[in-house]
């Protein structure tokens, strides 16, 4: 049992990001600080797609489409009750061990701020929704 009642709900959120994407729940002890935007952080999507295409288009595509280096994040399995936000921060964070297709590792991506992600994450669902998936 941790003792972060403080960051319950985050430390919530962590857990079933791992636990939507099948890796263990166990707290990585001293590297669990929380990669989050600051409070009152608000998300451009607008931003966030000139961010996408510095740090994730060269696999995840353009406008999120997929590429032969990774798969698309337009697709029904990244939808927000799957993947939710916490999945991304994670991903770019720590990087993702392949698990739903057969590109390999996402390795972390290095100098992102998790403001940045945000901008991205905020782009990737409009990219979602503009698609049919995920809530209207
Ligand atoms: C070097 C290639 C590469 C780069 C750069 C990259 N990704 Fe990925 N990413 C992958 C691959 C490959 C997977 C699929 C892993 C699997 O098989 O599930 C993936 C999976 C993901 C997932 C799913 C995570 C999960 O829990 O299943 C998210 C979210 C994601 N990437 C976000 C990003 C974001 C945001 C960026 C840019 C900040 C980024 N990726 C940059 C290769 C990359």
């Known amino acids: 049992m941790h003792q972060k009642f403080k960051t319950g709900v985050a430390v919530f959120l962590v857990s079933a990001a791992l636990v939507a994407c099948g890796k263990s729940g166990s707290e990585e002890n001293g590297d669990s600080e929380l990669f989050l935007p600051p409070a009152g952080f608000v998300a451009d999507a607008a931003k966030g797609r000139q961010l996408f295409d510095k740090f994730c288009s060269r696999c ?27 999945a991304f921060y994670m991903a770019a964070r720590k990087g993702v061990r392949h698990h739903h297709w ?18 991205i994450i905020a782009y990737v669902r409009r990219q979602q929704r503009r698609a049919g998936i995920g809530a209207p």
């Open 102 to 119: 057969n590109f390999g590792d996402m390795p972390p991506v290095p100098g992102v701020t998790a403001s940045e992600v945000g901008h």
């Open 60 to 86: 995840h595509g353009a406008g999120a489409m997929g590429t032969d280096q990774g798969p698309p994040l337009v697709h029904i399995i990244y939808e927000p009750n799957h993947h939710g936000d916490m």
